[in-house]
């Protein structure tokens, strides 16, 4: 069974920063574009990055351009968020998804999530 386990959330000052991973087993998603969305409380989800198969072409929302980076390891199955100058507007949970190719080339999987909360 396909799994995307989201880790590194937790509760930081608005300045700081947080390196979140996602592991996934059960597939390899070497092949795969990778991203991840956030979902503030009273929010619609948005994107937030997204990483191609072998690194060389990465996504980012104005939001959080110069900010935050995306980075894999694709024989650790693995890929990363590392966020600097947190904004109590960044509070949010953060989802890794993989992206599915053709005909659709949807976010086919997803994990549960993982708290990202940053306090004024």
């Known amino acids: 069974q396909v799994q995307l386990v989201e880790s590194g959330g937790g509760l930081v000052q608005a300045g700081g920063s947080l390196r979140l991973s996602c592991a996934a087993s059960g597939r390899d998603f070497s092949r795969n574009t990778m991203a991840w969305f956030r979902q503030a409380p009273g929010k619609e989800r948005e994107f937030v990055a997204a990483?191609?198969?072998?690194?060389?072409?990465?996504s980012y929302a104005d939001s959080v351009k110069g900010r935050f980076t995306i980075s894999r390891d694709n024989a650790k199955n693995t890929v990363y968020l590392e966020m600097n100058t947190l904004k109590p507007e960044d509070t949010a949970v953060y989802y890794c998804?993989?992206?599915?190719?053709?005909?659709?080339?949807?976010?086919?999987?997803w994990g549960q999530g993982t708290q990202v909360t940053v306090s004024s």
């Open positions: 990483i191609s198969w072998n690194g060389g072409s990465t």
């Open positions: 998804a993989a992206r599915a190719g053709a005909p659709k080339y949807d976010y086919a999987y």
